[in-house]
């Protein structure tokens, strides 16, 4: 207002004069920039209040102070076939126990096999019986009824890239079925299982794997804050990588490990029996507390569950209560 009717400066000298001009540079307000903010209106946030989801593994939630942090990039790292996959898939069991809606993207299982697995690890030992093919060999089944029951449970509480839809000539970029499953559907945790397979349904057009790399985790830690969920990435290790930090054996480019919040490893160690691995927690952006040296942990081959010291390897889930209740049983599950 201290322009009056003028349209610059030399305008207001030649009307109002010198005391005018001076009074329009006094009172000038900095234009603000967008991309600045001041430090003294950033939100103050507790660490230990910001919102979690359980691993399922104690020890790991010790460390973490609670689980893995919204609003961030978590990865779990391993070798192939050392089993990143399926502890992966037991983060996912724990986030739908705690009601939040998940969407995964599986690069190397059919539809039918990862929901499999989530079955098999929701199901528990207990629920789990031997049965006899027609060669007389036997396998570990779920019963018609419990199947049923751990369906109706996370029945739209865990949603699926469907893999049947990538010879689709209209398939959506995999970023974008992210943020559609988010907004549309709700989804809290998204587990993208895995990083090489994942970038090969990403939109853009560059051709050099490890840019590729670099600008697809850039983009999912930005979709992570702006949403605030929970990102889980999997990730393969190098073959053969001499570096002694962890976080450099990520395979790919630098920046994965650089904008991950939290990073889990999953590996082979020495003198472990041949169901045991080494878990590991390389880094821990929130609070810095690591775990380097690893802790073991047990995988139980009937229910593919992951456990170490103080888990309980046959917990129950909320689907058993939910069927005891549907069934009007009071003490266990019907078996077909």
């Given at each position: 207002?201290?322009?009056?009717?003028?349209?610059?400066?030399?305008?207001?000298?030649?009307?109002?004069?010198?005391?005018?001009?001076?009074?329009?540079?006094?009172?000038?307000?900095?234009?603000?920039?967008?991309?600045?903010?001041?430090?003294?209106?950033?939100?103050?946030?507790?660490?230990?209040?910001?919102?979690?989801?359980?691993?399922?593994?104690?020890?790991?939630?010790?460390?973490?102070?609670?689980?893995?942090?919204?609003?961030?990039?978590?990865?779990?790292?391993?070798?192939?076939?050392?089993?990143?996959?399926?502890?992966?898939?037991?983060?996912?069991?724990?986030?739908?126990?705690?009601?939040?809606?998940?969407?995964?993207?599986?690069?190397?299982?059919?539809?039918?096999?990862?929901?499999?697995?989530?079955?098999?690890?929701?199901?528990?030992?207990?629920?789990?019986?031997e049965a006899t093919?027609?060669?007389?060999?036997?396998?570990?089944?779920?019963?018609?009824?419990?199947?049923?029951?751990?369906?109706?449970?996370?029945?739209?509480?865990?949603?699926?890239?469907?893999?049947?839809?990538?010879?689709?000539?209209?398939?959506?970029?995999?970023l974008t079925t992210?943020?559609?499953?988010?907004?549309?559907?709700?989804?809290?945790?998204?587990?993208?299982?895995?990083?090489?397979?994942?970038?090969?349904?990403?939109?853009?057009?560059?051709?050099?794997?490890?840019?590729?790399?670099?600008?697809?985790?850039?983009?999912?830690?930005?979709?992570?804050?702006?949403?605030?969920?929970?990102?889980?990435?999997?990730?393969?290790?190098?073959?053969?990588?001499?570096?002694?930090?962890?976080?450099?054996?990520?395979s790919g480019s630098?920046?994965?490990?650089?904008?991950?919040?939290?990073?889990?490893?999953?590996?082979?160690?020495?003198?472990?029996?041949?169901?045991?691995?080494?878990?590991?927690?390389?880094?821990?952006?929130?609070?810095?507390?690591?775990?380097?040296?690893?802790?073991?942990?047990?995988?139980?081959?009937?229910?593919?569950?992951?456990?170490?010291?103080?888990?309980?390897?046959?917990?129950?889930?909320?689907?058993?209560?939910?069927?005891?209740?549907?069934?009007?049983?009071?003490?266990?599950?019907?078996?077909?």
């Open positions: 207002e201290d322009y009056l009717d003028c349209k610059d400066a030399n305008e207001i000298l030649k009307k109002y004069g010198v005391e005018q001009i001076r009074k329009c540079i006094e009172n000038a307000v900095r234009i603000p920039v967008k991309q600045i903010i001041d430090l003294a209106d950033v939100e103050d946030e507790n660490p230990y209040l910001v919102e979690k989801l359980p691993t399922g593994i104690s020890e790991f939630d010790r460390i973490l102070n609670g689980g893995l942090p919204f609003g961030g990039l978590a990865i779990v790292a391993g070798k192939r076939g050392e089993g990143k996959s399926t502890v992966s898939s037991q983060i996912v069991i724990n986030a739908i126990e705690k009601k939040y809606t998940c969407f995964a993207y599986s690069g190397e299982l059919p539809n039918r096999a990862f929901r499999s697995i989530i079955d098999f690890q929701a199901a528990g030992g207990m629920h789990i019986t093919n027609i060669n007389g060999k036997s396998y570990n089944t779920i019963s018609k009824t419990n199947k049923e029951l751990i369906s109706a449970w996370y029945r739209g509480k865990c949603l699926l890239y469907d893999n049947g839809c990538l010879d689709d000539d209209e398939t959506i970029g995999l992210i943020e559609t499953a988010i907004m549309q559907y709700g989804a809290r945790v998204i587990l993208l299982d895995n990083l090489m397979t994942a970038i090969d349904l990403d939109e853009s057009n560059i051709s050099d794997k490890n840019e590729k790399q670099s600008i697809f985790v850039k983009k999912l830690a930005r979709i992570a804050l702006r949403y605030n969920v929970l990102i889980i990435l999997v990730a393969h290790k190098r073959k053969n990588n001499f570096s002694t930090d962890d976080n450099d054996e990520i630098g920046d994965i490990s650089n904008l991950a919040s939290v990073i889990i490893s999953y590996e082979r160690g020495k003198d472990l029996g041949q169901f045991q691995r080494l878990g590991k927690i390389t880094k821990n952006r929130l609070f810095g507390n690591l775990e380097l040296k690893g802790i073991t942990l047990d995988y139980d081959q009937k229910s593919k569950r992951i456990y170490g010291a103080g888990d309980d390897v046959n917990r129950e889930f909320s689907w058993n209560t939910v069927g005891n209740s549907f069934y009007g049983i009071d003490y266990e599950t019907p078996f077909d």
